[in-house]
Nanobody, 124 residues
Framework: QVQLVESGGGLVQAGGSLRLSCAAS????????MGWFRQAPGKEREFVSV????????YYTDSVKGRFTISRDNAKNTVYLQMNSLKPEDTAVYSCAASGTTYSSRSIQDYGYWGQGTQVTVSS
């Protein structure tokens, strides 16, 4: 059974940093692009970042460019999201997801597997 389990969320002050992890099992990890999405209260889920199956291609939503970095360790079946210079508007539940497409999609419909999410709260 495919499982994606996020960790690393928590409460941090504005300007601080967090590193999220997503551990995958039950799938051929290196065959999947891995994405991060977030959902704030009262808002729709939005794309944050994606990394291609071997880490060669990355994309970020404009609001996090220069602050967040996505990476992966295929030997550990884990994808990371390093979040620096955090802002209160980054507060959301962050979920990782796996896409079986052959490109690094930013479209939510291309992701077939999802984790449960981890809460990130940034205080001002």
């Amino acid at each position: 059974q495919v499982q994606l389990v996020e960790s690393g969320g928590g409460l941090v002050q504005a300007g601080g940093s967090l590193r999220l992890s997503c551990a995958a099992s039950g799938l051929a990890f290196s065959n999947y692009a891995m994405g991060w999405f977030r959902q704030a209260p009262g808002k729709e889920r939005e794309f944050v970042s994606v990394v291609s199956n071997h880490g060669r291609v990355t994309y970020y939503t404009d609001s996090v460019k220069g602050r967040f970095t996505i990476s992966r360790d295929n030997a550990k079946n884990t994808v990371y999201l390093q979040m620096n210079s955090l802002k209160p508007e980054d507060t959301a539940v962050y979920s990782c997801a796996a896409s079986g497409t052959t490109y690094s999609s930013r479209s939510i419909q291309d992701y077939g597997y999802w984790g449960q999410g981890t809460q990130v709260t940034v205080s001002s």
